[in-house]
Structure formats: structure tokens, C-alpha cells
């Protein structure tokens, strides 16, 4: 059974930091890509960060040069380090796999951040 566990939302100030994690189990991590998404109140869930399985990274434009995505294959493990978070980084964060036409969602974390 395939598990994606999230942890290290909370609450902050603006232009304060996080970091998030999301560990895996019941996958063969190191095979997978794995990405972040999020979702606000009343907003669709957003792609926001991607990584390859060399480690190659893709953002998008709301959080590129702000937010860093990596991963720890010995722990099965992404994180997402957020820096200059802004009260539009207000959500609820995501982590995602798959494989073909299967997806697998974690349970997500709450991230609030106060102006």
C-alpha cells in the first residue's frame, strides 16, 4: 500500500520560513518523481514544484526563487524549503506521485501565513 505522509506545515509571519516534508512507503522511491501542489480556500490545487529522478527541479512562477525542492532517496523522503513566505502562500500543501495512470496523494499540511 502506498503512503505519502506530509509534515512541517504551521503558522508564520510574513517573510518567515518553512519546511516540509513528505515521506514515502510502499513505492521503490528512487524510480519516482515526485511534485508539490497546493490548494487556497476557494482556488484550485496548483502545481507549485517538481523533481526528477536525477534530482532535476521545476517551479512555478508563484514560488521560483523562493521555495527549493529536494530529495533523499536513503530516507524516502522530499522536501520543500519555503523562504520568504507571503500571506498568498496560504494553503493547504500537497505531495504527489505516480505511475501511469495512477496518482497517489498524501493527506496534506496546513501552511498559514500571517501579513
Known amino acids: 500500500q502506498v503512503q505519502l505522509v506530509e509534515s512541517g506545515g504551521g503558522l508564520v509571519q510574513a517573510g518567515g520560513s518553512l519546511r516540509l516534508s513528505c515521506t514515502a512507503s510502499g513505492i521503490l522511491f528512487r524510480l519516482y518523481a515526485l511534485g508539490w501542489y497546493r490548494q487556497a480556500p476557494g482556488k484550485q490545487r496548483e502545481l507549485i514544484a517538481t523533481?526528477?529522478?536525477?534530482?532535476?527541479?521545476n517551479y512555478s512562477e508563484a514560488v521560483k526563487g523562493r521555495f527549493t525542492i529536494s530529495r533523499d532517496n536513503a530516507k524516502s523522503t522530499i522536501y520543500l524549503q519555503m523562504n520568504s513566505l507571503k500571506p498568498d502562500d496560504t494553503a493547504v500543501y500537497y505531495c504527489n506521485t505516480g505511475f501511469l495512470a495512477t496518482e497517489y496523494w498524501g493527506q496534506g499540511t496546513q501552511v498559514t501565513v500571517s501579513s
Open positions: 523533481i526528477a529522478l536525477g534530482g532535476e527541479t
